[in-house]
């Protein structure tokens, strides 16, 4: 069973827009993407790139996930002549499943957990790691990193960034569930401490998926200024899916 919450952030303006988020679901796969906002009005949005890398995504899955994600921003890059260091970009979280196994592949910061005995956390810190020593402070400091070696590696024009994607495989009978989370939700663990991700597991079955993304846009309310946490924008896009296998 597979169920999936999302809900529109605000801009860099801090105004309302559409959701730069977007959630393939298949029968035996599940794709989450975050279009990345860019201050840049000569790019499209994001959530333009996010929205048809995802298209793509449903073509390619449930085939091999590296292979698929290449073949999907090389066909996106084509059809719309992006251009590698000057094209809008997303992250990319990937599951597919059959009666063996369970594949996941992540590339930037949009996080997959696997639960069985415990929660495995397939998660790619190296945007994490460039914004704690300082790096990104500036749009032209992110194009500078972005897909370079040293840097970061995410989902725009060169399909060679799909060999940098972290992958991870289970037996299937080992996992109970999974959730695959954009940054939007993923900060309720990583920057806020509201909960862990056992527990956001548990407040997912309880109470509804919704009810995460309920817990992180109110203690977002409690620091409308970015003073206890500081944040680009007030609330992020947020998206989550939880994908339950059965008790191992």
């Known amino acids: 069973m597979i169920h999936v919450a999302e809900r529109p952030g605000v801009g860099l303006d801090g105004r309302p827009r559409p959701t730069e988020d977007r959630v393939v679901v298949l029968d035996r796969a ?90 495995d956390v397939l998660a790619d810190d190296r945007l994490a790691t460039l914004r704690r020593a300082g790096r990104l402070r500036t749009q032209q400091a992110v194009r500078a990193l972005r897909n370079r070696p040293g840097g970061f590696w995410v989902a725009e024009a060169d399909p060679s960034a799909a060999d940098h994607a972290l992958t991870r495989s289970w037996p299937r009978t080992a996992l109970d569930a999974v959730l695959l989370a954009t940054d939007g939700v993923s900060c309720g663990v990583d920057e806020y401490g509201l909960f862990t991700w056992p527990e956001a597991l548990r407040l ?37 899916v939880l994908v339950e296998f059965g008790r191992p």
């Open 30 to 119: 599940v794709a989450v993407l975050d279009g990345a906002t860019s201050a840049d009005p000569d790019q499209p949005s994001g959530g333009w790139y996010a929205e048809r890398l995802a298209a793509q995504l449903e073509r390619e899955l449930p085939g091999d996930l590296r292979p698929a994600l290449a073949r999907a921003i090389a066909a996106v890059a084509r059809e719309h002549g992006l251009r590698p260091g000057s094209s809008p970009s997303s992250t990319v979280a990937m599951l597919r499943w059959d009666d063996d196994r369970v594949d996941a592949l992540v590339l930037a910061d949009s996080p997959i957990v696997a639960f069985g005995q415990s929660a």
């Open 204 to 240: 997912a079955r309880t109470r509804g998926v919704d009810a995460v993304l309920d817990s992180v846009r109110t203690a977002e309310d409690g620091d409308p200024d970015g003073t206890r946490w500081p944040r680009a924008k007030r609330h992020d896009d947020q998206a989550l």
